[in-house]
């Protein structure tokens, strides 16, 4: 009998579903909020009971039972993991529990109760899940069904996502995030398929996840929503204020692959600082620049810090990050010059905690068989969430007044889209299946000239209606890299920030940020073909071989989900043309 692995990522924000089949692959990925269309979905479960029997329907194979496995075990249930997962509202109830976080004192039973009602939902689901599976009646699902559940620690799941999904036959795993079960990181060693836990002499209580988050909603954004992006694209318009570098530097420091407190007695200084910030509500958000460029350089050197001490526990020179510390891009693009000895660097698409979902299914499934010298992946395809309904598609066709635009004898959808673009137009561009991560790839894109001085505010007013100091993504042609960065890496999963050569720069200011950087995104036609062709058709019109490339989105919403959510973006920005598949939409 075959076994499926059903992978649910529980954290109560983030939630995700992964599916892998009897020969270990991904077969499909996706976080809750996408089919919710609820940034970040807090407190809701990642087993959606209606959307589960369409998924095991499509994903799964016919007669295997199945194995639910998920993140965070049951035993894990402390003071600690809920403190955090509350820690950043500001009220008074977490303003008196902060002073507990260095203690082992457990919380006052009602404090305790506040605490963990929402992680230990989605802790405690599954059950709806089990009851689908045993008693719906449904011809596609065995009535001899077999449903065992496992649970795995919530750090050895995110090293699980990222080590099997890597190149790497042999690596060191660090992880760092705002909390995990007993520490904010964790070491790894991987070799051929296992992952070995490296024990420290304590856990780390401080956490730079949390210090992170602190620092965005000090800078007027909101960290329950997400916004920590906000902060890494404010700090290069700031500059360093040494008094406030010294208060926030002065709190932790690294020992034995972990933060510690240098002196807990600054803890209430540090939160007084941070709150003064909280509370004094920026007129202006530039303003609050300097305090991002400060917090940004501390958070990289506390994680360069650690990457050092790692390195000297499990010496490796290549480097698998992971963890909500990993979605930094700005310092991911800077770890192998920060820390000479790692000579590659990889980060899964997924490095949070929706990526815990693929994590717990590959946990699973090695558990039954034993991984014995595995081989190094090979790239993990992100395109790895939902289709597109064909028969909205269809329905889209005969009942809207959208004019459609055909295509001409021999022409192609991506040089259609590539002549759009040439011609100052932005264009919304659905195709395939969703990706997985935070990051649109080139398959629920909204796509632009880069050449355009002007696009960046454009896009950011008309558009995507966010702050016009938020910068856009390079998605250029891998055998290019090179000639347009400094230090070039490959980048598939727009994971890291790489600095342009200053003659490239000036060919697309649409895409380099004030610093100089970009964001990019590395494209190989064997990854996507179609995007790939959609980028070498406007290289072939225009000379430049990458586009801009942002998520299908406006700033609060997640990347659309569907044909209607598509729509709706379209009808309601300034966006100029729809591209689902090969179908092609003006207004």
């Keep these: 009998m075959p076994r499926n692995y059903i992978g649910l990522s529980c954290s109560c924000h983030d939630p995700a579903l992964a599916i892998v089949n009897s020969n270990g692959e991904v077969v499909f990925a996706e976080a809750a909020e996408r089919y919710l269309q609820n940034k970040r979905a807090w407190y809701s479960p990642p087993d959606d009971l209606i959307r589960m029997s369409e998924l095991l329907n499509t994903y799964c194979e016919k007669d295997a039972d199945l194995i639910l496995a998920s993140t965070w075990q049951p035993s894990t249930l402390r003071k600690a993991e809920f403190f955090y997962f509350n820690s950043l509202f500001q ?20 404090f305790s109760q506040l605490l963990i009602s929402g992680t230990a939902k ?46 790497f036959e042999e690596a060191l795993c660090v992880i760092a995030d705002g909390y995990g079960e007993g520490s904010s990181t964790a070491i790894f060693h991987y070799d051929r398929g296992t992952l070995k836990p490296i024990p420290r002499i304590k856990p780390s209580i ?109 010496p490796s020179d290549r480097l698998v990050l992971s963890g909500g510390c990993a979605l930094n891009s700005a310092f991911n693009g800077q770890v192998l010059e920060l820390v000479p000895d790692f000579k590659s660097c990889y980060v899964f698409s997924a490095p949070g905690d929706d990526g815990n979902a693929v994590g717990a299914a590959l946990l699973a499934y090695y558990s039954d068989r034993p991984p014995q010298n595995k081989k190094p992946a090979k790239l993990q395809s992100p395109y790895l969430g939902s289709t597109i309904s064909m028969k909205t598609l269809s329905n889209l066709e005969q009942y809207s007044r959208l004019k459609k635009v055909p295509l001409e004898c021999g022409e192609t959808v991506s040089q259609k889209a590539a002549q759009f673009l040439a011609e100052g137009k932005i264009i919304g561009w659905m195709q395939g299946r969703a990706e997985f991560g935070p990051r649109a790839l080139g398959n629920r894109s909204i796509l632009a000239d880069p050449r355009l001085p002007d696009i960046k505010l454009r896009l950011n007013i008309e558009v995507k209606y966010r702050e016009e100091f938020r910068p856009f993504a390079p998605a250029i042609l891998h055998e290019y890299g090179a000639e347009y960065f400094e230090n070039y890496q490959e980048t598939p999963y727009m994971e890291r920030a790489l600095r342009f050569h200053p003659q490239a720069a000036e060919k697309v200011p649409g895409v380099v940020h004030v610093d100089g950087t970009g964001r990019l995104q590395t494209v190989k036609r064997d990854w996507n073909p179609r995007f790939y062709d959609l980028i070498s058709a406007f290289f072939q019109l225009t000379g430049i071989p990458l586009i801009l490339n942002t998520s299908f989105n406006v700033m609060g919403k997640p990347i659309v989900h ?25 207004k």
């Design 91 to 110: 009220n008074p109830v977490i303003q008196f529990l902060l002073g507990l976080l260095s203690s082992e004192t457990p919380l006052p039973a009602p």
């Design 122 to 167: 989605n802790l405690g689901l599954n059950t709806e899940f089990v009851f689908l599976l045993k008693n719906q009646i449904n011809p596609q699902i065995n009535s001899r069904l077999q449903v065992t559940r496992k649970a795995f620690d919530h750090h050895l799941t995110h090293a699980a996502a990222a080590c099997y999904s890597s190149p």
């Design 206 to 314: 401080p956490s730079l996840g949390i210090f992170f988050a602190k620092l965005c909603n000090a800078c007027g954004f909101d960290s329950i929503k997400g916004e920590e992006w906000k902060v890494m694209g404010l700090a290069p318009y700031g500059k360093l204020n040494q008094t406030l570098y010294d208060s926030l530097k002065g709190l932790m420091e690294v020992k034995d692959g972990g933060f510690i407190y240098k002196n807990k007695h600054l803890i209430q200084q540090y939160e007084s600082t941070l709150n003064h910030y909280i509370l004094k509500r920026w007129d202006n958000l530039y303003d609050a620049a300097d305090l991002a460029y400060t917090g940004q350089l501390v958070f990289s050197e506390l994680m360069t810090d650690l990457l050092k001490s790692a390195y000297e526990i499990c």
């Design 562 to 586: 569907s044909v209607e959510d598509a729509i709706a973006v379209f009808m309601t920005t300034g966006m100029d043309v729809l591209i689902i598949e090969d179908r092609i939409y003006l």
